[in-house]
């Protein structure tokens, strides 16, 4: 299979090369995101492997079609920047990888919570700066608090039982119930009450049309006041304006992102010589009750070995038997 592999960075590069020893894929790696723009680099391509920001939309798809590409390769679990339905009418298969390392996502949403709690990054530039004053820097105490986790599969269990082991009281709010959940002691209950409950909330349901701006202005509103709302899952589950109205109320007391809905324009990419054009997400950076990391979240050496293997093993089935280990379909 002749594979070109879009937004590569250095890291995927080693894990895929190291994957691909056991296999025998001819690899072309690319650093530049696929969009109509950089279609022609998949010319005579099998197969492309793209992340989640690569823009698969319609026209893409028909484009790589044009060119014989029969495998969509995603490189990642969340599948909502690829038009499934256009996919399947062109007869292209698309593969994804379904988990890899739900710890790295859920250990790194344990990292958001407890920095801002206490006030990590605060602490230290004051420290840094020989400012040794602890006002404005008080936490609570996160055992015998409330967390609410929206969407209790891999990413979202895992956290219920770090969460359990703080001493949290743990809802959740998923379509279906999780029986290793209830084994933890989590309470399954209706989102409002979740909403209405909750100190802390954390969002690990994927990105749907049914779940796009799942945190509103009333969903805000209807919130705890101050309580904590995490997202580590896809941007658009928050409207970010809503979101910033509701920093400036005080109804959220603290929000900690891996993921934006606009991230696409920003994420992945040194910027730090150029003026960021994106004025909410400037205004979300003024915030001092704010933590934001640029979708790092599956950022562990455990995670890429296995996205890169689970990837090669997608490619290798679909080379062998038409079909991916792990296809994603329209309506799935
Ligand atoms: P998963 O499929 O194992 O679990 C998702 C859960 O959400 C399922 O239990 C599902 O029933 C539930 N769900 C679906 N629609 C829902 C709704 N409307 N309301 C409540 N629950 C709903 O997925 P996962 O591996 O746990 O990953 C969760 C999400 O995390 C992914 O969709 C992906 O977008 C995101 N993710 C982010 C990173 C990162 O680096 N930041 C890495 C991996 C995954």
Redesign the pocket.
Known sequence: MRVTVFSTKPYDKAALNRANAASDCQLRFHSSRLSQDTLALADKADAVCVF?NDQLDAKVIAGLAERGVRLIALR???F?NVDLVEAGRRGIAVARV???S?H??AE?TMALILALNRKITRAWNRVREGNFELDGLIGFDLHGKTAGI?????????LARILTGFGCRVLA????D?PDCLELGVTYVP?AELLAQSHILS??????P??RH?INADTIASMRQGAMLIN???GALIDTAAAIEGLKSGRIGALGI??YEEEGDLFFEDLSSQIIPDDVFARLLTFPNVLITG?????TTE?LDAIAQMTLANISAFSRSGAPLHPVTAGA
């Open positions: 989640v990642c679990a969340g909502n379904p988990a890899y739900p790295a996502v790194h929206v969407g209790t599969g891999a990413i979202g269990v895992v709010h998923d379509l279906f999780n989102v969002l690990h349901c994927p990105l749907t049914g779940t799942l580590t899952s896809r891996d993921v979708h790092q979240a599956f950022l995670a």
